[in-house]
């Protein structure tokens, strides 16, 4: 298996730009999930916190790529994904652990929940097809992908942990955040092996209400491409 690439400062900026990303985009997506973080009545469930970060995150990364540089998006058997026009880079949003940001931790951030059971049932020796729409045309910046391009495709995934910190008396709400692109996984395993990570400095805010965290659907299935 090959050395995990790490990249930080400028070298992850430079590699962002030749993925066509923007560090801006990142932390506009950052920002506008943790916004949604703050309740906005007694009567949402604990989980809302958690859950309303991750939609916000996912809808302004693709809002922005699809705005700025004319990417598209699609939502390949509930996966969220924003993809450029050549179909070789993709982008996700996933939850991972205190690994998350840290360059120093080389193997990386493990994904919270088990992921990679649709994109290993699509790439098992071509047994199962999946029919989609192939209309590109649609309005909007939506897009159609099918299980063999995706196979083509180096899927990354802007990878977020969120924690409150103290400094001294001062309580702060961080995101740490990094953008990566896994190892190939068995299916219903955690993502634990990257083959190259883009670390990014840590997101700050002022203390976010906590509730119990659930952040990104159990039922959303992560693409990784097979080698």
């Known amino acids: 298996m090959s050395e995990t690439i790490v990249r930080t400062g400028e070298d992850a900026e430079e590699r962002l730009h030749e993925l066509g990303l923007e560090r801006e985009f ?9 916004g949604a973080r703050r309740p906005t009545d007694d009567f949402e469930p604990r989980s809302a916190a958690g859950l309303k970060d991750w939609i916000a995150r996912v809808g302004k990364l693709r ?3 699809v705005e700025n540089t004319g990417w598209l998006f699609d939502d390949p058997l509930n996966v969220p994904l924003v993809f450029d026009h050549s179909r070789s880079v ?4 996933l939850l991972g652990d ?6 120093w931790k080389t193997e990386g951030p493990h994904s919270k929940y088990p992921k990679g059971k649709v994109i290993s049932q699509a790439t098992a020796k071509g047994e199962e097809v999946f029919a989609l729409d192939l209309d590109l045309t ?44 896994a190892q190939p996984i068995e299916p219903e395993t955690h993502i634990t092996r990257w083959r190259e990570r883009l670390v990014l400095p840590p997101r700050l805010f002022s203390p976010v209400p906590q509730q119990q965290e659930t952040e990104e659907p159990e039922d959303i299935e992560v693409y990784v491409r097979a080698k």
């Not at 205190?98 to 360059?103: E, V």
Request: hydrophobic fraction near 35%.
């Open 26 to 34: 990142i932390d506009e997506a950052i920002d506008a999930g943790v």
């Open 63 to 65: 809002s922005r790529l």
């Open 90 to 93: 993709a982008v996700g949003v």
């Open 98 to 103: 205190g690994n998350t940001g840290s360059s």
């Open 138 to 181: 649609q309005p909007g910046g939506r897009g159609r992908l099918t299980p063999d391009e995706l196979r083509g495709m180096d899927v990354w995934f802007l990878v977020t942990h969120a924690l409150t910190a103290r400094d001294g008396e001062q309580e702060r709400f961080e995101v740490h955040r990094e953008i990566s692109l």
